[in-house]
């Protein structure tokens, strides 16, 4: 199984610039958000979390920068995993606690 590293690359060649005083979303932070969601399998996924079709996510993948609602909702869709996989964390650390 591929290490979360290996899925998302090295965080600290993601760089996102921004518009303005905001940060914008690019092809580079959409392919490695999708990756960090949902594997090497990510666009179909990632279409549906956003309610998109497989077309705009490869159009969004070849623009230079996508609308910023599309990263207000990658926002949201990573917060909520982000908070599914920390109650996922909180009960697995518990049963491991009482195996020992």
């Known amino acids: 199984m591929p290490t979360v590293g290996a899925l ?9 610039p921004s ?4 940060a914008a979303m690019t092809p580079d932070l959409l392919i490695r958000t999708g ?15 956003l309610d998109v079709g497989d077309r705009s996510i490869r159009r969004l993948v070849s623009d230079r920068t996508g609308p910023e609602s599309v ?3 990658l926002l949201e869709i990573v917060e909520a995993k ?19």
């Open 8 to 16: 998302i690359g090295d965080s600290a060649s993601c760089v996102v």
């Open 19 to 22: 518009v303005g005083h905001r």
């Open 82 to 100: 982000r908070e599914a996989l920390g109650d996922v964390h909180e009960l697995l650390t518990e049963a491991q606690v009482k195996r020992a």
């Open 71 to 73: 990263l207000g909702n």
């Open 35 to 49: 990756k960090a969601l949902y594997a090497d399998q990510w666009r179909a996924p990632l279409a549906d979390a």
